[in-house]
């Protein structure tokens, strides 16, 4: 069911959420969160698609907040509310509020979304384009218990992982870091696999990609060792070979779907390894809203390690790159990093790695 409402309040939008829940015989509410959108014209209908398929496996009430300053003095002197309020198969399991906030009242978009929040339900924020600077100081990020932004979107993503190590708050998170939850997992478990000494890393992927420095950053952090960047053609991230006492382990996806894992005295075998929709990574992250202990310490370990100058270069002429930059463990490296510097073992390595992996560790996948 969907209702129409032009120039309206958010009394009246709760008015005709009941309204439309009553029409379809479901008066009762279910939904188990908040889900607030914050987009433009153009991205909203992919945001919402997403939303709306993630709502199955985690029912919610799904906020779309359009802005529309309106760009004449006159249009920005405004103050005006429209509304589309969708129930029932139209909205998924869960139901949605398309609010479009005209002149002035853009600028204060939490004063209309706060009435709208399911009471006593955590509340998610979600900026599928490029979000503010500081997620939890933006007034809209403030309502949320977690914080979803996509640096891939951004005009310089690497720059925006940089930003958001700056303004990093607990409950905020990255798309691009949920992309890269498979290939966390998958070389978790190699490790747990292959107890040998790991003595460095290279990881392969397209350049400008968030995902492919976040998981530079994260074995950097994780197992306290160099870890090369080369740019590839890609799609996204396309291998990470780990060098060991014993061999070399290497996970190998060319292709974006099936990878290739080969390890030192064992048959080589081919893993699913696909590249998922946002619908599927935004039910990851609705999965877990405590703060992401392993995102954050990989963020922060260090963006300035990676992506060189040259590296740049030769990915804007299409040239795979030959120099690459390395994501060493910074000065302010832990205890247990130095340690495995200094020669700690595989299995404390693999212990390490498996520890920030899964969906209660946050891993992203690409």
């Given amino acids: 069911m969907k209702i129409d409402l032009t120039d309206t309040t958010s009394s009246r939008i ?16 279910g939904m188990v969160l908040t889900l607030v959108i914050v987009t433009d014209e153009g991205s909203a209908y992919d945001a919402l698609k997403a939303a709306t398929e993630a709502s ?5 009430r799904i906020l779309v907040v359009i802005k529309r300053p309106g760009r004449s003095p006159r249009d920005r002197a405004l103050a005006r509310l429209d509304a589309e309020v969708l129930v029932g198969s139209e909205a998924g399991t869960g139901e949605t509020v398309v609010l479009r906030l005209h002149g002035e009242l853009a600028q204060h978009a939490e004063s209309v979304v706060l009435p709208l929040l399911l009471p006593d339900a955590p509340v998610v924020v979600w900026w599928p384009e490029a979000g503010p600077e500081n997620l939890a100081a933006d007034p809209l990020g403030r309502l949320g218990q977690r914080r979803i932004s996509d640096a891939a979107s951004a005009e310089d993503p690497v720059a925006s992982l940089g930003l958001r190590a ?3 708050a607990p409950g905020d998170t990255d798309l691009a870091w949920t992309r890269i ?3 966390r997992s998958m070389l978790a478990a190699a490790l747990d696999q292959k107890h040998s000494t790991i003595s460095s890393a290279v990881v392969e992927g397209e350049a400008y ?7 530079a950053l994260w074995l950097a952090d994780r197992l306290g060792v160099p870890v090369e960047r080369k740019i590839s053609r890609g799609p996204g991230i396309t291998a990470v070979h780990l060098a060991s006492a014993d061999g070399e382990i290497c996970l190998d996806r060319p292709d974006g779907a099936l990878a290739e894992l080969a390890m030192p005295g064992q048959p080589d075998r081919h893993v699913a390894l696909k590249r998922r929709e946002t619908s599927e990574l935004i039910a990851e992250e609705l999965r877990r809203l405590d703060p992401d202990d392993i995102y954050r310490s990989t963020v922060q370990f260090g963006v300035k390690h990676l992506i060189p100058e040259s590296g740049k270069a030769a990915a804007a002429e ?3 790159s030959r120099g690459a930059s390395k994501a060493t463990p910074s000065r302010k490296a832990s205890p247990e990093q130095k340690e495995a510097q200094a020669g700690k073992t595989a299995a404390t390595q693999a212990q390490k790695a498996a520890s920030g992996t899964g969906s209660a560790g946050k891993a992203s996948s690409k």
Avoid: C, F
């Fill in 181 to 183: 939850t498979p290939w």
């Fill in 209 to 215: 990609n968030p995902s492919t420095e976040l998981l």
């Fill in 14 to 29: 709760n008015a005709g959420l009941i309204q439309a829940r009553r029409a379809i015989g479901t008066p009762a509410v």
């Fill in 166 to 168: 700056e303004t990093y």
């Fill in 318 to 320: 299409g040239e795979p």
């Fill in 56 to 60: 199955k496996e985690h029912p919610s």
